[in-house]
Each structure stands twice: as structure tokens, then as C-alpha cells.
């Protein structure tokens, strides 16, 4: 069994970072962010290369609801496993960005 939730989104702020639950469409439970979010965790990739347009609606609407921030990206691996996504092919609306940005700075003086 790994570590909890919670000591993982601790370590990760421990170095200053944010903790954000990747591509949640792909993982399929759903279930366990509100108990992530609950345990520390800061954001949810709501935009991603294999989300469509109705799974981005739900991560920004479930984010919204559990008053997270959002990020995304297109998921390159460089590896050819992870699918045909490439550096730049998803990106997150500037307002976003700019909502990750100032929490991550508030993270870092906390």
C-alpha cells in the first residue's frame, strides 16, 4: 500500500509546489476527489489531450465546486505510449494560468 493522500499533498507543499490530480477523465474516480481535495490536494487538470470538451466541462465545474484551481496540459511523454499529443497541443486558458500562478506564489510565502 502507498503513502496517504494527505502526506503526499503535504510533501509536495513541503517543497513548495502544488499538488494537482492528473487527467482525472483517464483515471475514472471521481469519487475520491472530493476527499483529495479535503486531504490538501490544490488542483484538478481539467484540460488535457484526452479530455473532450463535455469532460473539461465536468473537471472545471467539479473544481469550481470544491473550490480548487485548474490546470492542464497535453501530457507529452516523448515516449510514443502516451498517444500522438505533443509539447503545446493542449493549453490552459490564460486566466487559469494566471489562478495557478498566484496560488503557487502564495504556497511558496506560506
Sequence with gaps: MGARPADVFARIHDAGGLAS???PGLLG???WIAAFAADGL???EAYHS????DATAKYLAI???LG???SGGSDFHADGEHGPAS???VSLPRD???QLEASSRRRLVE
Design 21 to 23: 490530480l492528473a487527467h
Design 68 to 70: 480548487l484551481d485548474v
Design 87 to 89: 509539447p503545446g497541443a
Design 42 to 44: 490544490d488542483a484538478v
Design 50 to 53: 484526452k479530455h473532450d470538451p
Design 29 to 31: 474516480r471521481d469519487e
Design 63 to 65: 473544481a469550481a465546486r
Design 96 to 98: 487559469r494560468f494566471d
